[in-house]
């Protein structure tokens, strides 16, 4: 039963770990499409740009991205992707 309970708790553990990451790949392709689009890029062009972030240029660009969600978003990361979905970020 301990075994069980440990193995379950590990787990989920991973599963949030995991969801983690993905939610921080999103909120710095989201910073990415939004940077694009206010410096003139088309809503296309900014979402390839976005697609094109892996985990790794996504590590590169997470101060940049909190910086804005601190400032613009009241440190809300769901606000900052809202906001890039209702400019047409399609992530």
């Known amino acids: 039963m301990v075994i069980v309970s440990v193995v379950g708790g590990i787990s989920l553990l991973l599963l949030v770990f995991l969801w983690s ?10 910073f990415v499409f939004l ?10 062009s900014a979402n390839e740009l976005a697609k094109r972030i892996d985990l790794f240029a996504a590590s590169e660009l997470q101060k940049k991205a909190m910086i804005m969600v601190e400032m613009v978003f009241g440190g809300s990361q769901l606000k900052l992707i809202s906001h890039a979905r209702r400019e047409g970020f399609d992530q």
């Open 21 to 30: 990451i993905k939610r921080g790949q999103k909120t710095v392709r989201a």
């Open 35 to 44: 940077s694009a689009v206010a410096d003139g890029n088309s809503v296309e």
